[in-house]
């Protein structure tokens, strides 16, 4: 085989280029691309870069406009990273745009143009589950929103009403949370005109411990009481962390997503009361953010909703959690909880940023009456759960769950059915059957209200 002028002048040229080209620039196969991911949402924008093999970056912000810029050392641009750009949706709050492209021979640039000033936060996640390394870029608003601002708009309710007719409010909610027609009913007679009954939850006693509670409900003088109920619905997982998957690919976090949403319209169709989530669509929230952003509301209640997996395919059966200071109630609980608690690797924390201290205290702090009055409301939603749908265990489980530990705000988690069962899967994918079991738990939350009224807090 002959060789040509122009073969020869190729290969002096490639030779020539080589020579150029800083030798830390072919270090390129070292660090691979294999997918790039985003996750907008209210509270932040993530970035996700999941790659092969040691990465290094630095970065910088610029005003005017406002931009960060990133620069990955010693690689070369390709096509994974270039599908970075098509990956940004026109309503991010906090991304106008991004580009991609080789810097320089051995960096490779990303150019964020932002909405806003932001609060940037890059680390690297060490291999976990089924992801590789994963380098993070989480932009957060300077100015973070009052979480209080999206519960404005609900009127506080009911608060300076007759204990009676507080009676007829909390009757007519459960009604409503059981599907039982327009949710209308009698105005109920003053406790005193009640004949007593005898029975060990009606005596004498009680009514009195009642009208105690009731008293706390009225106005004190001179001040101006309000006073509604806050429910925070916590649906697990989301964004990195899908939580379990189902053998037709469900994912859990979408599931619990759509029941979560559900919970919150029958929760805020009930009178004096309203809800809040912590999550509103598909990113990750660290387990601890999210008892932070129900006690940021000073929610009364907090529920956490999951569809998890087990083992064995034919597990199934709903089941309602507390936590536990002594340890888990079943092998099978420990499990669990340990499973849940390995979110936050799985779904990315920044190590550096998280507050050890706040973790310690939320675990100090959990106390033996937020565990007692948790018993008392999982114990009114497991009841409700179990007409609709079948129970793994007909009592309520304890086990360390992290997401449980607000010291002072009752909390459980409903593990609405199993997705790994292929039978319960398909239900948890029905709408009708996410409804009834929002449903459920609804009349649950609203039961245990009627039987443990809360303080009413006062406005100075």
Do not use: C
Not at 58 to 67: A, C, E, I, T, Y
Not at 432 to 437: E, F, L, T, Y
Request: aromatic share 6%; charged share 25%; net charge neutral.
């Amino acid at each position: 085989m002959s060789i040509t002028r122009r073969d020869l002048l190729k290969t002096a040229t490639a030779g020539f280029l080589l020579k150029l080209l800083p030798t830390d620039a072919w270090a390129v196969g070292q660090v691979r691309f294999v997918d790039v991911r985003l996750w907008p949402a209210d509270d932040y924008t993530r970035v996700t870069l999941e790659h092969e093999g040691p990465l290094k970056y630095k970065f910088f912000l610029v005003d005017n406009p406002h931009r960060m810029v990133v620069d990955i050392l010693d690689m070369r641009l390709d096509k994974t990273l270039k599908e970075l750009t098509s990956r940004l949706k026109a309503d991010d709050p906090y991304v106008q745009q991004i580009r991609v492209g080789q810097f320089d021979a051995n960096t490779v640039r990303i150019v964020f143009d932002l909405k806003a000033p932001v609060r940037p936060e890059i680390f690297n996640i060490d291999p976990v589950a089924t992801y590789q390394n994963r380098f993070v870029v989480d932009f957060y608003p300077q100015k973070p929103a009052d979480p209080l601002m999206a519960l404005v708009n609900k009127p506080e309710e009911s608060a300076t009403v007759e204990p009676s007719t507080k009676e007829d409010e909390i009757a007519r909610a459960i009604r409503m949370a059981e599907g039982q027609g327009s949710g209308k009913v009698a105005k109920t007679p003053a406790v005193a005109d009640k004949p007593v009954d005898k029975t060990p939850e009606k005596t004498p006693e009680k009514l009195a411990d009642k009208s105690a509670d009731k008293h706390i409900e009225k106005p004190a003088k001179g001040l101006e009481v309000k006073r509604v109920i806050t429910v925070a619905i916590d649906p697990g997982h989301g964004g990195e962390d899908p939580g379990a998957v189902g053998n037709s690919g469900s994912y859990e976090k979408h599931v619990v997503l759509s029941i979560g949403k559900l919970l919150k319209e029958e929760i805020d169709g009930m009178p004096g009361m309203r809800a809040m989530l912590t999550r509103n669509g598909d990113f990750f929230v660290p387990l601890g953010t999210r008892v932070q952003k129900a006690r940021s509301v000073n929610a009364d209640l907090f529920v956490s909703i999951h569809a998890d997996a087990f083992v064995k395919p034919t597990a199934s059966g709903s089941s309602v959690f507390v936590l536990s200071e002594r340890g888990a109630s079943s092998t099978a609980a420990k499990w669990l909880a340990n499973k849940e608690n390995s979110s936050d690797l799985i779904g990315g924390v920044n190590i550096k940023g998280a507050d050890n201290q706040l973790a310690k205290v939320l675990l100090d702090l959990s106390t033996t009456a937020q565990i007692n009055d948790s018993i008392k409301l999982a114990s009114a939603v497991l009841g409700k759960i179990g007409k609709i749908h079948r129970l793994h265990k007909a009592e309520v489980e304890q086990a360390g769950f992290a997401v449980l530990k607000a010291p002072d705000i009752p909390s459980i988690l409903v593990e609405t059915a199993f997705i790994s069962n292929p039978e319960e899967e398909k239900k948890l994918n029905d709408p009708d059957h996410q409804k009834k079991i929002a449903q459920a738990i609804a009349a649950g939350i609203a039961q245990y209200f009627a039987k443990n009224p809360p303080v009413a807090r006062r406005l100075t």
